[in-house]
C-alpha cells in the first residue's frame, strides 16, 4: 500500500512539473525568434575559388522591442539578417555589437516589433549545477522546439584583462542541434540564464555535451561595455605565422571575411581569397593583414587587448577609423 501511495505522489509531482514547463514554454515563447542569414563563403572548383552566397539559420530571443540577443556565429560576418517572429512576422536587422569567444551577439531590428514580449534576464552566477533548465530554438529549422535538462557544469574564464577572450559557459545535457545556436537557455522561473552556443561531439550530432554562453557575460560585455560590431573576421596570427607570411612584426589579424555594409567593410578592408590549411585548421589567405587600429599596434598580449577594448568601448559612430594593413607586401593606411 505505501509502495502504491509512493507511486501516486511522484506520478502526480512528475504530472505537476511537466505543466508547469508547459506554462512557462507557452509564456516565454513569443519572445524567441528564428534568424535567417546570408553570407559570403569561398567554393572551390577544381583549381579556382569563387565568392558564393551561403544561407543560414539561428535563433535568438528579444530583450526589448527591437533589440535580440545571439550567438555571435550566427550573424558576425552575414550580409543579411532576417529575423521572424512567432506570428510570422519577418523584419530585417543589422548587428550592433559581437564577441566571438563568448559567442553572443547584439542585433538591432529595422523596425520595433508591435505587442513585443521581451524576455527577462536572470542571474546566471545564481545557476547551480544540477538546476533544471530548458532550451527553446529552431534546430533543424524546426521553429520553436523545447528541450528540457540540468545544468552539468561551468566553464569560466575570468582572469583575462581584455574582453575578447573573456567568457564563461553553462554546460547543459539539454539537447542542442543546429539552429538551436543563439537561442535562450532559461531557468525554471522563466529568465533568461544562457545563450545556446556549441556542443561537443564525435560523432558531429548531440552526444550530451552542450554549452550556452552565461547570461552575465552577455549583460557585461554586449549592454554594458557596448563595443561596436567591426564586421570583420579575423584570425590572430601567431610570431612564427607572421614569419611565413612575411609580416613586418610580431602579431598580426588575417582578416578571413568582411561585411561590406560594416564599418571595416566601408573602409575597403579585404578579406580572404583562397582556402588553406594550417595546423588543419582551415583558413582564407589573400586578404589584408591588419597591424594597427588608430595606432594600436596588435600584439597578442592582454595589455593590447585591453587597449583594443578600451578604445571600442568609447569610439562613437562619427569618429575617425584608421586601419594600418599589409596588402600584397605593401603597407597601407585605410581611413573613413
Do not use: C
Amino acid at each position: 500500500m505505501r509502495h502504491f501511495v509512493f507511486t501516486l505522489i511522484l506520478l502526480a509531482s512528475i504530472a505537476v512539473k511537466s505543466q508547469d514547463l508547459s506554462s512557462l514554454y507557452d509564456k516565454v515563447n513569443p519572445s524567441v525568434v528564428v534568424i535567417f542569414t546570408e553570407e559570403k563563403a569561398i567554393k572551390q572548383v577544381g583549381n579556382y575559388s569563387k565568392m558564393v552566397k551561403s544561407e543560414g539559420i539561428g535563433s535568438g530571443f528579444l530583450i526589448s522591442n527591437n533589440q535580440i540577443l545571439t550567438a555571435a556565429h550566427v550573424v558576425d560576418v552575414a550580409e543579411s539578417v532576417l529575423v521572424r517572429f512567432t506570428d510570422g512576422e519577418t523584419i530585417k536587422a543589422t548587428v550592433t555589437s559581437s564577441f566571438k569567444d563568448p559567442d553572443i551577439a547584439l542585433i538591432t531590428l529595422a523596425l520595433p516589433k508591435k505587442n513585443a514580449k521581451p524576455v527577462v534576464l536572470g542571474d546566471s552566477d545564481m545557476a547551480k549545477v544540477g538546476e533544471r533548465i530548458f532550451v527553446v530554438g529552431a534546430p533543424f529549422g524546426l521553429a520553436h522546439s523545447l528541450s528540457s535538462g540540468y545544468i552539468s557544469g561551468r566553464i569560466k574564464n575570468d582572469g583575462a584583462l581584455n574582453p575578447f577572450t573573456n567568457s564563461e559557459y553553462l554546460q547543459t545535457d539539454a539537447a542542442i542541434n543546429t539552429g538551436n545556436s543563439g537561442g535562450p537557455m532559461f531557468n525554471l522561473k522563466g529568465e533568461v540564464i544562457g545563450i545556446v552556443s556549441h556542443i561537443k561531439s564525435i560523432t558531429g550530432g548531440f552526444q550530451g555535451i552542450g554549452f550556452a554562453a552565461s547570461s552575465n557575460i552577455a549583460k557585461e560585455l554586449l549592454l554594458d561595455k557596448n563595443i561596436p560590431w567591426s564586421g570583420a573576421e579575423v584570425l590572430p596570427l601567431s610570431e612564427s605565422a607572421s614569419k611565413v607570411l612575411n609580416v613586418p612584426q610580431k602579431n598580426g589579424l588575417l582578416v578571413q571575411r568582411v561585411v561590406n555594409s560594416s564599418p571595416y567593410g566601408k573602409l575597403g578592408l579585404k578579406g580572404g581569397t583562397v582556402k588553406a590549411t594550417i595546423d588543419k585548421n582551415d583558413i582564407l589567405l589573400g586578404g589584408d593583414i591588419i597591424l594597427a587600429i588608430n595606432g594600436i599596434r596588435f600584439e597578442m598580449t592582454d595589455e593590447t587587448l585591453k587597449k583594443l577594448g578600451d578604445y571600442a568601448a568609447s569610439v562613437k559612430p562619427e569618429d575617425p577609423i584608421v586601419l594600418e594593413v599589409l596588402r600584397e607586401g605593401k603597407i597601407i593606411s585605410l581611413r573613413n
